[in-house]
């Protein structure tokens, strides 16, 4: 059974920082992803991570702010997040695909991260 569970989202205030993590079992995956929904708003990209190259890509709003990375021994996809905004506010969601080029077919429970200013 595939399960993707998120953990360190929580409470931070404006330029402060939190880690979030996504361990993922079950099977092996090609590209894994953060996502983020804020209150009435869609779910949108945040950052992707491609397991065979390391090829990273991040939405326009997070570069330079966020750094997405591996622990490939504890298949653990991570989400560092730095100098938090309160627009950074949302549900954050781990997600991966099986295959490269489809769509996210697997996803997390989704963390909470509230930054208040």
């Known amino acids: 059974q595939v399960q993707l569970t998120e953990s360190g989202g929580g409470l931070v205030q404006a330029g402060g920082s939190l880690r979030l993590s996504c361990v993922a079992s079950?099977?092996?995956?090609?590209?894994m992803g953060w996502f983020r929904q804020a209150p009435g708003k869609e779910r949108e990209f945040v950052a992707g991570f491609t397991w065979s190259s390391g090829f990273t890509n991040y939405a326009d709003s997070v570069k330079g702010r966020f750094t997405i990375s591996r622990d490939n021994a504890k298949n653990t996809l991570f989400l560092q997040m730095n100098s938090l905004k309160p627009e950074d506010t949302a549900v954050y969601y781990c997600?991966?695909?099986?295959?490269?080029?489809?769509?996210?077919?697997?996803w997390g429970q989704g963390t909470q991260v509230t930054v208040s200013s």
């Open positions: 079950g099977r092996t995956f090609s590209r």
């Open positions: 997600a991966a695909k099986t295959l490269l080029f489809d769509p996210y077919n697997y």
